[in-house]
């Protein structure tokens, strides 16, 4: 099979976004600070890595259906639908809001072209799940962090916290 051009196209906007989300995570990664920093730090590792992933599995698809990927500085610069991570420290809390934002606009993009690329080519679409699930459950548990609780914990009289 070889890719139309329409099913090219949307292949290279995944892809631009993931490499995108790949090169500023490890922005946020070097630059976070304040509380829960590691914790937030190791995560922005796990989301790189499948990031880089998930681009790599994006291009060698595109390769696999005769298109060819654009990983290129000013591809990926021209073609992002990523806003800008801030140069300089970021704290903890605006970190893991731009961090959910860049996870949902990926996804977003993935979600705008999904059905074009399922008409073509349901093997592609298929990947596209994949990203989405993992994306999607990355931009849960990051958002957590800034998340309030909502559930009101009552203690026994004379009962410790440490004890129930």
């Known amino acids: 099979m070889k890719a139309s051009p329409t099913l090219t196209d949307n292949m290279q906007a995944v892809l631009v976004d993931l490499i995108e989300l790949h090169l500023q995570g490890k922005q946020a990664h070097w630059n976070v600070v304040g509380k829960n920093f590691r914790d937030l730090h190791l995560q922005l590792d796990e989301i790189i890595d499948d990031a880089r992933l998930f681009a790599d599995e994006m291009a060698e698809r595109m390769r696999a259906l005769h298109a060819?990927?654009?990983?290129?500085?000013?591809?990926?610069?021209?073609?992002?639908?990523?806003?800008?991570?801030?140069?300089?420290?970021?704290?903890?809390?605006?970190?893991?809001?731009?961090?959910?934002?860049?996870?949902?606009?990926?996804?977003?993009?993935?979600?705008?072209?999904?059905?074009?690329?399922?008409?073509?080519?349901?093997?592609?679409?298929?990947?596209?799940?994949?990203?989405?699930?993992?994306?999607?459950?990355?931009?849960w548990m990051v958002d957590a962090e800034n998340m309030e609780p909502t559930a009101e914990v009552v203690t026994p009289a004379g009962t410790d916290h440490a004890t129930v």
């Open 68 to 139: 060819v990927p654009d990983g290129r500085s000013v591809a990926v610069a021209e073609g992002t639908k990523i806003d800008p991570f801030p140069a300089g420290l970021v704290s903890t809390k605006d970190t893991v809001g731009l961090v959910v934002r860049m996870l949902n606009a990926s996804v977003k993009t993935m979600r705008d072209v999904h059905d074009q690329i399922d008409e073509e080519d349901p093997t592609t679409a298929d990947l596209l799940h994949g990203f989405i699930a993992k994306l999607e459950q990355y931009a």
